[in-house]
């Protein structure tokens, strides 16, 4: 299995409140990506990352922002957190922009 | 916009039979095409990985193929199990694009 962390895995919290989701990997892998899971909408890509410091929005990225000061971490942020974005978050990694796609475990948000 | 389509949504079959899994794209040019796994409440596993050069894959009792010319994928089951019982997404991505895009997924159950 891909060595990738997600932390937290659960977190439940209060509209307006910041909220910060970490994706750790230990593949040395360039890219890595941000996805949220919603019944009826699927996988939907919010932002990534091909580099250091390397980063493009995805098609749901309002009310997100991302940071990836270094190969192995890649930080997704609610500024303000609302009820929309409770959600099942999840992180991925690649070698290449084209690359096999491998998945972390979610985190599961909830914002009340 | 590519979209995907992965019909039926929902598939129940007894063990022991051959499937197949469709899933098509408006726009059919497809650059790379992964299929995936997902168990409930689990991250999605990679399952196969068509490149743009390749039509088809294979890994056990699993074989992917991809008609450029139509936007079609397929992915053959052979010999359903129950532990075969799980959630199938394809995804796609185009020449030149570092994003998949995902369909909504076909949940198969497969009886004992």
């Known amino acids: 299995d891909a060595g990738i962390t997600q932390s937290p895995r659960h977190k439940v919290t209060e509209t307006g409140t910041p909220v910060t989701l970490r994706c750790h990997q230990t593949?040395?892998?360039?890219?890595m990506y941000w996805y949220r899971q919603d019944p009826g909408h699927g996988l939907r890509l919010i932002h990534y990352?091909?580099?250091?410091?390397?980063?493009d929005k995805g098609e749901v990225s309002d009310g997100y922002s991302v940071s990836r000061s270094k190969t192995e971490d890649f930080l997704l942020t609610l500024e303000s957190a609302t009820s929309s974005q409770t959600s099942v978050y999840f992180c991925?990694?690649?070698?290449?922009?084209?690359?096999?796609?491998?998945f972390g475990e979610g985190s599961r948000l909830t914002v009340l | 916009k590519q979209e995907v389509t992965q019909i039926p949504a929902a598939l129940s079959v007894p063990e022991g039979e051959n499937l197949v899994l469709n899933c098509s794209f408006t726009d059919s040019a497809i650059y790379n095409l992964q299929w995936f796994r997902q168990d409930p409440g689990k991250g999605l596993t990679s399952l196969l990985l068509i490149q743009s050069s390749q039509r088809e894959q294979t890994s056990g009792r699993l074989n992917a193929s991809l008609d450029k010319s139509s936007g079609r994928s397929t992915l053959y089951i052979a010999a359903s199990q129950p532990g075969d019982s799980a959630t199938y997404l394809c995804?796609?991505?185009?020449?030149?694009?570092?994003?998949?895009?995902f369909g909504k997924g076909m949940k198969l159950t497969v009886n004992p």
């Open positions: 995804a796609g991505t185009q020449g030149g694009s570092e994003k998949l895009v």
């Open positions: 991925a990694i690649s070698e290449s922009g084209a690359g096999e796609l491998f």
């Open positions: 990352s091909y580099g250091v410091k390397d980063t």
């Open positions: 593949e040395n892998h360039r890219y």
